[in-house]
């Protein structure tokens, strides 16, 4: 391994902060953009985020590569000590992975630097493992809950391996050597990696200790032995878990073996901030201050006692004729302003949003033209338009500025927008 990249591995390893226990005081982001899984673990309800890695019962929501690295950039700008770009879920990034590969790609285009760090179940790490490395991953959680593929079949309900489905030993074998030769091949590269392992009574506990001492061999930085929590829904939702005195011990049994975890927080799929303090709720629910004019049509069209709309509102509508609204706002040149009254919609003016950015030779880079163009329509209380992206859409939720997504002609969007509009001030006003 080159001298610079051992180096740089061991730098990134310092200030990531589950790999090492002093490091609290930097932050990691999840990003949730791997909602299949390739197999069937048996303490798993897959209406939940991957409990490998994640806490049980908590359910995320799936971003695409685009709107994971534009949440990226606002975390980023936000939480100046994130060091880790990390995907756990909410199932497993290697059975999605080319949501995988290009969120990486886009992300280390905005922050070359970011450590990227990525959890698995391994079934398809030799498949992967290389292009891993290329990506620029040097993180790396496997969960091998067994080294024995008796014990395996006991664990896993079935695997799905290349267009075929396995079950039994069978199953335990074919992934056992994926996670084995996977771990090996990469750390023989220099990748740092994790083991995670999910203590079962009775099942696997006996046979810790070995699994241990096999991933040490293979190469394994340190082993992270969670819990079994026994999840309503899953096949072990009946089962005893582990208490914290018998977890304890059995890390202090395998410490002599290999550096432990005593830290994890078993996070989210879309966990954001230091261990010690998830933030993530800040930056989930933007996504809800975009109403898609169609799938809400149901919601209006039940409620036609909505009533008269008795409130003023001031809408933006991106479009480029004056006729239909099928303008993207990152690409909009200019707003048509409405003004509704009483029911009564009224055309109030033309706004060009060059003028509104500093000048038009300044107004090249994407954060001036997005300023330029929120600066444009500030003094509205809705913008309707064709698509737009995840950033604008969080900078217009702080401003307070709803959001429609739609096709259709101006006058039917605003009438759309108008009572959805009045139903939500009636939600919030009782
Ligand atoms: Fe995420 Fe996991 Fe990377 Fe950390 S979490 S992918 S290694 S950046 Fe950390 Fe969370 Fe425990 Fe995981 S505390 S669940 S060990
Ligand atoms: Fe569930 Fe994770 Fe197991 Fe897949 S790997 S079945 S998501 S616990």
């Known amino acids: 391994m080159p001298i610079n990249f051992a180096r740089e591995i061991e730098k990134k390893t310092f200030q990531h902060p589950c790999y090492n226990c002093i490091a609290h005081k930097y932050a990691r982001?999840?990003?949730?953009?791997?909602?299949?899984?390739?197999v069937s673990?048996?303490?798993?309800?897959?209406?939940?985020?991957?409990?490998?890695?994640?806490?049980?019962?908590?359910?995320?929501?799936?971003?695409?590569?685009?709107?994971?690295?534009?949440?990226?950039?606002?975390v980023k700008n936000k939480i100046k000590n994130l060091?880790?770009?990390g995907i756990a879920g909410p199932g497993d990034p290697l059975a999605n992975f080319e949501e995988t590969k290009k969120s990486i790609e886009l992300i280390k285009e905005e922050c070359p630097d970011i450590t990227f760090c990525l959890s698995t179940n391994g079934l398809m790490l030799p498949a992967y493992a290389e292009e891993l490395i290329k990506l620029g991953v040097t993180h790396v959680t496997i969960t091998i809950n067994a080294v024995d593929p008796e014990?395996?079949?006991?664990?896993?309900?079935?695997?799905?391996?290349?267009?075929?489905?396995?079950?039994?030993?069978?199953?335990?074998k074919i992934l056992l050597d994926n996670q084995l030769t996977g771990l090996r091949y990469l750390t023989e590269k220099g990748i740092v990696c994790k083991v995670n392992i999910v203590m079962i009574k009775g099942i696997n506990d006996a046979h810790i200790p070995e699994i241990v001492k096999k991933v040490k061999e293979c190469g394994a930085y340190m082993t992270n032995i969670m819990p079994l929590i026994p999840v309503k829904g899953s096949v072990f939702e009946n089962r005893?878990?582990?208490?914290?005195?018998?977890?304890?011990?059995?890390?202090?049994?395998?410490?002599?073996?290999?550096?432990?975890?005593?830290?994890?927080?078993?996070?989210?799929a879309d966990a954001i901030g230091s261990l010690n303090e998830d933030v993530s709720a800040q930056f989930r629910n933007y996504k809800k201050n975009v109403i898609s004019i169609d799938k809400s049509e149901k919601i209006y069209k039940d409620d036609n006692k909505t009533g008269k709309v008795n409130r003023g509102y001031r809408f933006a509508v991106a479009s480029s004729s004056g006729d239909y609204v099928d303008e993207h706002f990152g690409h909009v040149s200019q707003f048509y302003i409405y003004d509704v009254l009483d029911e009564n919609i009224k055309f109030y003016e033309k706004r060009d949003v060059e003028r509104y950015c500093n000048g038009q030779q300044e107004c090249t880079g994407h954060d001036d033209r997005i300023s330029g163009i929120i600066k444009c329509i500030e003094d509205c209380n809705g913008v309707l338009v064709l698509r737009i992206g995840f950033e604008p859409v969080i900078r217009l939720h702080e401003k307070g500025?709803?959001?429609?997504?739609?096709?259709?002609?101006?006058?039917?969007g605003i009438e759309k927008a108008v009572k959805l509009m009045s139903q939500v001030d009636k939600s919030s006003d009782s």
């Open 29 to 38: 982001m999840h990003i949730p953009v791997a909602p299949k899984c390739n």
């Open 41 to 74: 673990c048996n303490f798993c309800n897959r209406k939940y985020d991957c409990v490998n890695e994640s806490r049980p019962g908590v359910t995320s929501g799936i971003l695409s590569p685009e709107e994971a690295r534009d949440k990226f950039k606002i």
């Open 83 to 85: 060091t880790v770009v």
């Open 151 to 172: 014990i395996d079949a006991q664990i896993y309900k079935y695997i799905n391996y290349r267009g075929s489905t396995f079950v039994g030993p069978q199953a335990g």
């Open 240 to 268: 005893d878990t582990v208490d914290e005195s018998e977890l304890k011990s059995m890390r202090k049994k395998c410490e002599p073996y290999l550096k432990q975890m005593y830290h994890c927080r078993q996070c989210r």
């Open 401 to 412: 500025i709803k959001v429609f997504q739609m096709y259709s002609t101006i006058e039917e």
